[in-house]
C-alpha cells in the first residue's frame, strides 16, 4: 500500500550511504571526532583612563651676575617645549634665600646648607681690569705679586674672598662691581674678578688680564632637596650633557 504524505529523510533508506556503511562495518561505528579548534583569542580591552594633558607649567631658574646658561636653556626650549623657562637674575648676597621661590639657581661657591642639592659646574679664572692706559696691560698675564703698591677696589659684591697681599685699600668704601670697574676705567685702582663679571661690565676704556696665582670663583646648580621633581631632573641631566634618551 502506498503511503501518502510522508517521504523518507534523505540518507535513512536501505540504498543509502549510512545504511551501507553500516553493513559493510557490521554493525554502528563511531567515526574520528572533529579536531577542536581552538578559540579565538579574545582582544583585552582595559578601561583605563587615558592620560591627562600636561598643564602649563614654568620652571624657574636663578641665575647670579655672570652665570651664562644660555646653551642649557636653548636645549630645554628643544626638549620640552609645552613648559616655560623662566630666566630670573639673583645676587650673590642673596642667592640662599632666592632658592625659596625658584626651582633650581646657579650660584657661586661656597654655598653650605644641608637642605640644598649642588653640583660643582665650572670654575671661573680671576681677572685684574684696569684703565687702558694702566702700565699692567703691557703683560699678556698676572701674577699677585704684579699688583703690589696697586688701589684695589673693594666690592659691596665680591665674590673672590681674600684682598690680595701688598695692595692699598682705597679711600671711600665698597662699590659694586659695576662702579668699581667705572672708577678704575678712569686711571683710578684695580679691580678682581671672575672674568665674565668683567666682560659683563665691558668698557672701551678699561681692559683685563688673567691673574693667574688669584683665587677661582665656581659656579654650581643648587636646588631644594625636598623639590627634586622631574623637570628638575631633566635640568641637571642638560647640564650633565645627557641626551633625551640616556637613563638618569
Known amino acids: 500500500m502506498a503511503h501518502?504524505?510522508?517521504?523518507?529523510?534523505?540518507?535513512?533508506?536501505?540504498?543509502?550511504?549510512a545504511h551501507r556503511g553500516r553493513a559493510a562495518g557490521g554493525g554502528s561505528r563511531q567515526g574520528?571526532?572533529?579536531?577542536?579548534?581552538?578559540?579565538?583569542?579574545?582582544?583585552?580591552?582595559?578601561?583605563?583612563?587615558?592620560?591627562?594633558?600636561?598643564?602649563?607649567?614654568?620652571?624657574?631658574?636663578?641665575?647670579?651676575?655672570?652665570?651664562?646658561?644660555?646653551k642649557w636653556i636653548d636645549t630645554w626650549k628643544r626638549r620640552l617645549p609645552h613648559v616655560a623657562l623662566e630666566l630670573v637674575?639673583?645676587?650673590?648676597?642673596?642667592?640662599?634665600?632666592?632658592?625659596?621661590?625658584?626651582?633650581a639657581a646657579l650660584v657661586r661657591l661656597p654655598l653650605d646648607d644641608d637642605a640644598l642639592h649642588v653640583i660643582p659646574l665650572y670654575d671661573e679664572v680671576p681677572v685684574v681690569v684696569a684703565s687702558t692706559d694702566s702700565h699692567?696691560?703691557?703683560?699678556?698675564?698676572?701674577?699677585?705679586?704684579?699688583?703690589?703698591?696697586?688701589?684695589?677696589?673693594?666690592?659691596?659684591?665680591?665674590?673672590?674672598?681674600?684682598?690680595?697681599?701688598?695692595?692699598?685699600p682705597p679711600r671711600g668704601g665698597p662699590l659694586s662691581t659695576a662702579d668699581?670697574?667705572?672708577?678704575?676705567?678712569?686711571?683710578?685702582?684695580?679691580?678682581?674678578?671672575?672674568?665674565?663679571?668683567?666682560?659683563?661690565h665691558h668698557r672701551k676704556d678699561a681692559d683685563y688680564r688673567v691673574l693667574a696665582d688669584g683665587p677661582v670663583s665656581t659656579v654650581a646648580l643648587a636646588w631644594p632637596r625636598d623639590r627634586t621633581t622631574p623637570d628638575v631632573e631633566t635640568f641637571v641631566g642638560i647640564v650633565r650633557g645627557r641626551t633625551a634618551n640616556s637613563s638618569r
Open 89 to 103: 637674575p639673583i645676587e650673590v648676597s642673596g642667592q640662599r634665600e632666592a632658592l625659596d621661590d625658584l626651582d
Open 180 to 200: 668699581a670697574i667705572a672708577t678704575a676705567a678712569t686711571g683710578v685702582g684695580i679691580v678682581i674678578v671672575p672674568m665674565s663679571l668683567a666682560r659683563l
Open 136 to 168: 699692567l696691560l703691557a703683560a699678556d698675564e698676572l701674577t699677585t705679586a704684579d699688583l703690589d703698591g696697586e688701589v684695589l677696589h673693594s666690592l659691596s659684591d665680591d665674590v673672590l674672598g681674600p684682598v690680595v697681599p701688598g695692595t692699598i
Open 4 to 17: 501518502h504524505g510522508r517521504r523518507p529523510a534523505k540518507g535513512s533508506g536501505k540504498g543509502s550511504p
Open 32 to 70: 574520528k571526532p572533529a579536531p577542536r579548534r581552538s578559540p579565538r583569542a579574545e582582544k583585552v580591552v582595559f578601561d583605563a583612563p587615558a592620560a591627562a594633558p600636561e598643564g602649563p607649567r614654568t620652571f624657574r631658574l636663578g641665575a647670579v651676575p655672570g652665570a651664562t646658561p644660555g
